[in-house]
């Protein structure tokens, strides 16, 4: 309990920081969207770029931890976009419902937890998983984004617009880059990859501390689009691990250890990429930013709880 404690108290101090920011009228009323490109536009693909190109892919190349966890996202995440569409939600909207049930907060609270719970073997585990989730399931939302976006009925125009869009997304583009980097062994600069050190280490707090900003900005206002905000989350925290672990287990037969790492890394709590994603395509962010708050509160119980449970499946 007090390390899943240790890792989201900071996660929540980081929230009220633009919470109390935005009440005391330190930020303005343009605060939460500047700050958000700025992720979006800078920080964040910086983050991509920098974890793709010094990725060691002898280390990740681990196929079972890949099919175990990729396959439940793709699972949890076409369900629920699925779901979204069967309650006469936008695609774009229904995008954003598979990323709030299946994108969990992997790259801020992923490796600390695996570190302190499973130590370092399940470390590389935690990479991957991090690189799935704000690589592949990222792009497959944008994807599906800008799809639902497009209004011409022609499908070569549908193709060529949202081609032309996704051609000039940096979250897609930095990903890319990197592999690029990795795959030709491009030195890099020593001041450049400082540079990308320093802008990428923005990326999570800066995203917090918007989501405090839009919090503040709708405090008090009630709104329907919440009203589905409940199964995201229990697919987050309950059904996203659940499938994780059985296919960890009776599918792919992977080891104790990476068992337990993917189980526990598909249990957290949904990330701050859907927000991002909602307040850069100006969507439904209400229904994004209570379901991050929602299953990072309930995390602290289930994810102490899921911990306590694998110990006992280790040798």
């Given amino acids: 309990m007090f390390t899943t404690l240790s890792v989201v108290l900071p996660i929540f101090a980081l929230i009220l920081v633009g919470y109390l920011c935005r009440l005391g009228g330190i930020f303005g009323p343009y605060a939460t969207r500047e700050i958000n490109r700025l992720v979006v536009y800078l920080a964040l693909p910086a983050l991509l770029f920098d974890l793709v190109a010094h990725a060691s892919w002898e280390a990740l190349y681990q196929p079972g931890v890949i099919g175990a966890f990729g396959l439940s ?40 937890l695996c570190a302190a719970a499973f130590g370092p073997p399940s470390l590389a585990a935690a990479t991957l998983t991090i690189m799935l989730t704000a690589c592949v ?35 897609l583009l930095a990903p890319l880059a990197g592999a690029v980097v990795d795959g030709t062994g491009i030195p890099l600069p020593d001041a450049f990859e400082r540079f990308i050190d320093l802008l990428g280490a923005a990326a999570s707090p800066c995203a917090l501390i918007a989501l405090g900003l839009f919090l503040a900005d709708r405090r008090g206002q009630e709104t329907r689009r919440t009203e589905g905000v409940a199964p995201m989350v229990w697919a987050k ?60 509160l309930m995390s602290v119980a289930t994810v102490a709880g899921l911990l306590w449970v694998l110990a006992q499946t280790l040798p």
């Fill in 73 to 112: 996202c793709i699972i949890v995440f076409t369900v629920a976009v699925a779901w979204g569409k069967r309650r006469g939600r936008p695609l774009a909207d229904a995008a954003l419902d598979g990323l709030n049930a299946a994108y969990a907060n992997v790259g801020f609270m992923g490796i600390p």
């Fill in 137 to 171: 399931l990222f792009a497959a939302a944008i994807v599906l984004v800008e799809i639902g976006l497009q209004t011409e009925r022609l499908p070569w125009r549908v193709a060529w617009r949202v081609t032309r869009a996704l051609a000039r997304n940096p979250l």
């Fill in 237 to 296: 925290l309950v059904v996203h691990p659940a499938l994780t672990w059985a296919l960890a287990h009776f599918v792919f037969g992977l080891a104790p250890v990476q068992t337990a790492a993917v189980t526990l890394l598909a249990a957290l709590p949904t990330g701050t990429g859907p927000f991002m994603l909602a307040e850069l395509y100006r969507r439904d962010a209400a229904s994004t930013s209570r379901a991050i708050l929602i299953s990072t």
